[in-house]
């Protein structure tokens, strides 16, 4: 296992940025917000890769993606050595989900179906919901529960 930098530690971002050279990788887990309990996010946390790519030309401070080494640690919070395992890349491919959903269409087998007929069955419910709002809305209720 190799070394890991965090924020919480003392004298970590000070070794972090004597430890980094031109050329070395480090690796940043991150967890999508925007994902929640969404079952349409391919993974609920990926690992991406980051290069050092040399010092700053009047500052002298070593650049990862554009940012000094502190301010990509600060930003990131944690960042490792070595490449994280059992955690998928960004570009890795998500779960199989021809099985879910609605209409699944099964492993090994092609849709045959009319998109036309798809998209006028959800602009239908699309409508149902606008006029069920509006009669909620006229009958006095206030909100939905969400907002």
């Not at 530690?9 to 070794?15: A, E, M, Q, Y």
């Not at 946390?45 to 030309?57: I, K, V």
């Not at 960042?79 to 209409?103: A, K, N, T």
């Amino acid at each position: 296992m190799g070394k890991t930098w965090t924020t919480t530690r003392r004298g970590d971002v000070k070794d972090f940025v004597r430890w980094l050279r031109k050329g070395a990788t480090v690796y940043v887990i991150t967890t999508p917000q925007y994902a929640g309990n969404s079952r349409l996010w391919n993974h609920p946390q990926y690992w991406t890769a980051h290069t050092c790519t040399g010092q700053h030309p009047l500052i002298g401070s070593m650049q990862i993606d554009g940012k000094g080494a502190e301010d990509f640690l600060r930003w990131h919070g944690t960042v490792y050595e070595d490449q994280p395992r059992h955690i998928p890349h960004v570009s890795d491919p998500g779960r199989d989900c021809r099985d879910e959903g609605l209409y699944p269409i099964g492993r090994g087998q092609e849709y045959k179906g009319n998109f036309h007929d798809s998209i006028g069955a959800m602009e239908e419910l699309g409508n149902e919901a606008r006029d069920r709002y509006k009669t909620d809305r006229s009958s006095g209720r206030r909100s939905w529960g969400f907002r």
